[in-house]
């Protein structure tokens, strides 16, 4: 079993930067690729970005050059890094396990014009 825990959201302007970690409890975090999604108000959830147990790394075209995902294994926790944040990037953001299908519980990111 996995539990997923997300921090680091919150408030910031246009054009700043954010650090979502999300820390993993649980045996399997060295066996899962990781991956970090996002749900704005009224819409889908969508994916945001993947990254392998040997750090190959895949982004979604809003978020390329922009965001980037890392993982520590050694310390159980997955990372995203927000530059150049826009408006259009407010949302809940989540963490997700992809072998053991496992969600957090989201941490919000609210970007201000």
């Known amino acids: 079993q996995v539990q997923l825990v997300e921090s680091g959201g919150g408030l910031v302007q246009a054009g700043g930067s954010l650090r979502l970690s999300c820390a993993a409890s649980?045996?399997?975090?060295?066996?899962?690729?990781m991956a970090w999604y996002r749900q704005a108000p009224g819409k889908q959830r969508e994916f945001v970005a993947t990254?392998?147990?040997?750090?190959?790394?895949t982004y979604a075209d809003p978020v390329k050059d922009r965001f980037t995902i890392s993982r520590d294994n050694a310390k159980n926790t997955v990372y995203l890094q927000m530059n150049s944040l826009k408006p259009e990037d407010t949302a809940v953001y989540y963490c997700?396990?992809?072998?053991?299908?496992?969600w957090g519980q989201g941490t919000q990111v609210t970007v201000s014009s």
């Open positions: 997700y396990a992809e072998q053991s299908h496992y």
């Open positions: 649980g045996s399997t975090f060295s066996s899962n690729r």
């Open positions: 990254i392998s147990i040997g750090g190959r790394t």
